[in-house]
Nanobody, 124 residues
Framework: QVQLVESGGGLVQAGGSLRLSCAASGGTFSTYFMAWFRQAPGKEREFVAVITRSAGSAYYANSVKGRFTISRDNAKNTVDLQMNSLQPEDTAVYYC?????????????????WGQGTQVTVSS
């Protein structure tokens, strides 16, 4: 059983930055793909970014490409999301998630383990 705990959310003005962190325990962290998803009020949970097990590759939603950066530290069992140039439309609860190899990297239903989420609010 993998436990994921996010931190780092908060309130920021448009154009500002935040860094989210996710700490994992249980399981073997380096064997999982790690991703960030977000869910805004009244909307479905959507893919934000994913990083491969060795951190060799990362993939992003078009809406965040060039502004967000996902990274991981397999020695510390952590995955981070650096968010720059934040906009009001980035306001959502952000979730850390993990999955084993196989299946789509971009679909929430493919991810087995989820954190409790951290709120990010961007004011205009």
């Amino acid at each position: 059983q993998v436990q994921l705990v996010e931190s780092g959310g908060g309130l920021v003005q448009a154009g500002g930055s935040l860094r989210l962190s996710c700490a994992a325990s249980g399981g073997t962290f380096s064997t999982y793909f790690m991703a960030w998803f977000r869910q805004a009020p009244g909307k479905e949970r959507e893919f934000v970014a994913v990083i491969t097990r060795s951190a060799g590759s990362a993939y992003y939603a078009n809406s965040v490409k060039g502004r967000f950066t996902i990274s991981r530290d397999n020695a510390k069992n952590t995955v981070d999301l650096q968010m720059n140039s934040l906009q009001p439309e980035d306001t959502a609860v952000y979730y850390c998630a993990s999955k084993s190899p196989g299946g789509s990297l971009y679909l929430a239903k493919e991810y087995v383990y989820w954190g409790q989420g951290t709120q990010v609010t961007v004011s205009s």
